[in-house]
């Protein structure tokens, strides 16, 4: 049974906060069931020359700085999801990356993704105060059990929570409070699962970023938002890098903070198929 939501309060609207239902697309929320809709999937054809292109930085260290500079530039924050090939020494080329944006003065607008499963718990742990200790933000995304005692001792650390796994409102719950991405699942299970969680991490203080370029879950973030009179800095949109660029851009100019999830590296293109499939 679809979860009913709670009406926004008055003078909260779309277009207030900059959240206008995308042109074409049905409307975000069931009027008269206050209800999500699910939406089918886009066919996904990332075998096409020139889609990975467009949507990856590029395989090398520098591909992801120059791809951070030009969306600082262009009043976007961005997030780091650096993936190394598995032959290579990830910690040494994350600490690599989180040197090259120090060096470029990105680090204030950049957040690294730091894959716990993949570093170890000792290797996440050391790029993670690496990145911290450099001025960047970092999310720990991975198992929970891993990232949960690693979190403990990171307390200025984003956690990520996978809206899709069955259990990520008992995860809201836990992590309420302190600083958490938010990521969109593939289905209708999951954009359920992510109102359920926004209505629990939105009452709470801890920042918030919430990870979908899928416009109904835009506007109903927005929608969110308002009911729980967030202010503008406790939160964020975070969306994919190459994707609805131009709903970016009015999110921006209406005000909204959004971050930019940037692929890179040479073992991104897999993360990059899941992400386009909805499913990361």
């Known amino acids: 049974m679809l979860a009913a939501l709670p009406r926004p309060r008055s003078g909260h609207t779309r277009p207030h906060y900059g959240l206008g239902q995308p042109p074409g697309s049905r409307a975000d929320l069931d009027e008269g069931a206050g209800m999500v809709r699910a939406r089918p999937l886009p066919a996904l054809r990332a ?128 992590l309420a409070g302190r600083p958490v991405r938010l990521v969109a699942g593939r289905g209708s299970a999951a954009d359920r699962a992510l109102v359920r969680c926004l209505n629990v991490l939105l009452p709470a203080p801890g920042h918030l970023s919430v990870a979908s370029s899928d416009p109904r879950l835009v506007a109903v973030t927005g929608e969110r938002v308002a009911w729980y009179d967030r202010p503008p800095g406790s939160w964020e949109h975070l969306m994919s890098y190459g994707v609805r660029t131009a709903e970016q851009q009015r999110l921006v100019a209406a005000g909204a903070t959004v971050r930019v999830a940037v692929p890179s590296g040479t073992g991104a293109a897999g993360l990059l198929v899941r992400r386009l499939a909805g499913a990361a």
């Open 47 to 174: 075998r096409r020359p020139g889609v990975t292109a467009r949507f990856l930085a590029g395989p090398r260290v520098d591909d992801a700085v120059r791809v951070a500079g030009e969306l600082v530039r262009a009043g976007r924050r961005v997030a780091l999801d650096h993936l190394p090939p598995r032959s290579a020494d990830a910690a040494a080329e994350l600490t690599t990356l989180v040197t090259r944006v120090a060096s470029a003065r990105l680090a204030a607008d950049c957040e690294l993704t730091v894959p716990v499963d993949r570093l170890g718990t000792l290797g996440a742990r050391r790029v993670a105060l690496t990145a911290a200790d450099a001025g960047l933000g970092v999310c720990l995304l991975g198992p929970s059990a891993l990232v949960d005692r690693l979190a403990a001792g990171l307390p200025g650390a984003r956690t990520a929570v996978l809206c899709g796994d069955p259990d990520a409102e008992d995860r809201a719950r836990a």
